[in-house]
Antibody, heavy 116, light 110 residues
Framework: EVQLVESGGGLVQPGGSLRLSCVAS????????MNWVRQAPGKGLVWVAR????????NYADSVKGRFTISRDNAKSTLYLQMNSLRDEDTAVYYC?????????WGKGTTVTVSS | QSALTQPRSVSGSPGQSVTISCTGT?????????VSWYQQYPGKAPKLMIY???NRPSGVPDRFSGSKSGNTASLTISGLQAEDEADYYC??????????FGGGTKLTVL
């Protein structure tokens, strides 16, 4: 069964850092582009970042550029999102998503709360 | 990276058809045939329903169909069923490996 399981969410103060992880199973992570998509409480979906299969290119939404870093360890079948300089508006459920030009497979999400 | 425009809500009775619109620009929806649609139940992860404007993944009922004209894409659900009541989001490739979602539409089955 194809599965994505996120972890690493939690409560962090503004200006703090957090690293999210996403473990993939049931498929070979190294052959797919991967994304992070987030959803603030009661709000819509927002694409956050994308990484290609060999980690040679990464892309980011303007709202997180320079603060977030997407990376992957294909040997560990794991995707990461390093989040620095966190702001209140980064509070959201963060989904790990397998996808090329469309978001085909979603994890259940991990919740990040930025608050003092 | 402005969000695509969707109606906040739509509704229909069981058996009827409803269409949800998704309006972008000539830089996203109008330029690429990479529009996708997602269904999301409260507290659950989204599920892919349509990709590349018109294609249905395996397992998605053929009651769901997609189309595009100019800068506007549409999702049509025919033969509405109670289980279709959910939030629906469109998404478009926006170039240079970036994507933009719509604000979401709440579908109510009366």
């Amino acid at each position: 069964e194809v599965q994505l399981v996120e972890s690493g969410g939690g409560l962090v103060q503004p200006g703090g850092s957090l690293r999210l992880s996403c473990v993939a199973s049931g498929f070979t992570l190294s052959t797919y582009w991967m994304n992070w998509v987030r959803q603030a409480p009661g709000k819509g979906l927002v694409w956050v970042a994308r990484i290609n299969s060999d980690e040679s290119t990464t892309n980011y939404a303007d709202s997180v550029k320079g603060r977030f870093t997407i990376s992957r360890d294909n040997a560990k079948s794991t995707l990461y999102l390093q989040m620095n300089s966190l702001r209140d508006e980064d509070t959201a459920v963060y989904y790990c998503v397998r996808g090329g030009y469309y978001m085909a497979v979603w994890g259940k999400g991990t919740t990040v709360t930025v608050s003092s | 990276q402005s969000a695509l425009t969707q109606p906040r809500s739509v509704s229909g009775s069981p058996g009827q058809s409803v269409t949800i619109s998704c309006t972008g620009t000539s830089s996203d929806v109008g330029r690429y045939n990479y529009v996708s649609w997602y269904q999301q139940y409260p507290g659950k992860a989204p599920k892919l329903m349509i990709y590349d404007v018109t294609n249905r993944p395996s397992g998605v009922p053929d009651r769901f169909s997609g189309s595009k004209s100019g800068n506007t894409a549409s999702l049509t659900i025919s033969g509405l069923q109670a289980e279709d009541e959910a939030d629906y989001y469109c998404c478009s490739y926006a170039g240079t490996y970036t994507w933009v979602f719509g604000g979401g539409t709440k579908l109510t089955v009366l």
